[in-house]
């Protein structure tokens, strides 16, 4: 099982739509948790950090589910520019500071 | 946001030759850098992490000696891939965390490398 799964995709969802995205992770020793957005042959960025009390910033919403071992990502009224990979990236504290990335997962905003 | 500078943005080069990959973080101090590597339509996968005065930590199956790190300052570590091979052309990101102020890493632009 991979530690942090996400569905692969692609989203294909028109203009104005609203898309949700899934990520679970498999390690409880997760301290912290991240969106990031990569565009096609870029690097990754920071898209948000996602916390247990939700977190909005503009038309994106995070949420996490300690519990449930579950990340989410909500994007209200897309946009073209909102086209690119999403990562869901959890830090893990064992024995040493550690990343680990989801595989993204691909949306396409058409016209 | 930090900034983080990575040199060169592509390279090219032949079959036994070794690439120089720079990463710099620009407006902080950064006691740890990471270097992950791309291939084509996967995630990121951390090779290595890069402690400033001292030895790297490597990932499971990273061979360190054909992948040296040298993080000589708090603002600069390098990877060294010797003796490239064609299987070793895939994009190079580093990324660099600064010391409290969170655990956000904050990427350089990446290194495109292709081996002939």
């Known amino acids: 099982r991979k530690e942090v799964e996400q569905d692969p995709g692609p989203f294909n969802v028109p203009e104005g739509a609203t898309v949700a995205f899934n990520c679970t992770y498999s390690?409880?020793?997760?301290?912290?948790f991240f969106w990031y957005r990569q565009d096609c042959r870029k690097e990754p960025k920071l898209l948000m950090s996602?916390?247990?009390s939700g977190n909005e910033d503009g038309r994106f919403t995070a949420q996490l589910n300690r519990a449930s071992q579950y990340i989410s990502l909500l994007i209200r009224d897309s946009k073209l520019s909102d086209s690119a990979t999403y990562l869901c990236?959890?830090?893990?504290?064992?024995?040493?500071?550690?990343?680990?990335f989801g595989a993204g997962t691909r949306l396409f905003v058409k016209a | 946001g930090a900034v983080v500078s990575q040199h060169p943005s592509r390279v090219i080069c032949k079959s036994g030759t070794s690439v120089k990959i720079e990463c710099r973080s620009l407006d902080f101090q950064a006691t740890t850098m990471f270097w992950y590597r791309q291939f084509p339509k996967q995630s990121l996968m951390l090779m290595a992490t890069s402690n400033e005065g001292s030895k790297a930590t490597y990932e499971q199956g990273v061979e360190k000696d054909k992948f040296l790190i040298n993080h000589a300052s708090l603002t600069l570590s390098t990877l060294t891939v010797t003796s490239a091979h064609p299987e070793d052309s895939s994009f190079y990101i580093c990324?660099?965390?600064?010391?409290?102020?969170?655990?956000?890493?904050?990427f350089g632009p990446g290194t495109r490398l292709l081996v002939l």
């Open positions: 390690n409880s020793a997760s301290q912290s």
């Open positions: 996602v916390y247990s």
């Open positions: 990324s660099a965390r600064e010391e409290g102020r969170g655990e956000t890493q904050y």
């Open positions: 990236v959890v830090n893990l504290l064992t024995g040493g500071f550690k990343t680990i």
